[in-house]
């Protein structure tokens, strides 16, 4: 059973940094995709990064290219999401998500953490 478990989310000034862990287990996870969403109240949830888990091949929504960096630590089994420059708009809840193949839709992802919550006080 693939279990995924966020940590990191707090509350930042505009403008300041933010880093989301997401330990993995359960899985072989060399084969899967593992990425980050968002979402905000009343919005749809929104991938922000996706990584393959050797860390090959990374994709960015453009609202965020240049502030975050999705990396992968393989001997921990971990994901890391750096967030820079954050803007009032970033404020939302953030999920890591893994699949065994790579989407830009949350439907797509069978596997989910249980989210943590990133603050923006402007």
């Known amino acids: 059973q693939v279990q995924l478990v966020e940590s990191g989310g707090g509350l930042v000034q505009a403008g300041g940094s933010l880093r989301l862990s997401c330990a993995a287990s359960g899985g072989t996870f060399s084969s899967y995709v593992m990425a980050w969403f968002r979402q905000a109240p009343g919005k749809e949830r929104e991938l922000l990064a996706r990584?393959?888990?050797?860390?090959?091949?990374?994709y960015y929504a453009d609202s965020v290219k240049g502030r975050f960096t999705i990396t992968t630590d393989n001997a921990k089994n971990a994901m890391y999401l750096q967030m820079n420059r954050r803007k009032p708009e970033d404020m939302a809840v953030y999920y890591c998500?893994?699949?065994?193949?790579?989407?830009?839709?949350?439907?797509?992802?069978?596997?989910w953490g249980q989210g943590t919550q990133g603050t923006v006080a402007s």
């Open positions: 998500a893994a699949a065994l193949r790579g989407s830009e839709y949350a439907r797509n992802y069978p596997y």
């Open positions: 990584v393959c888990w050797r860390g090959l091949t990374t």
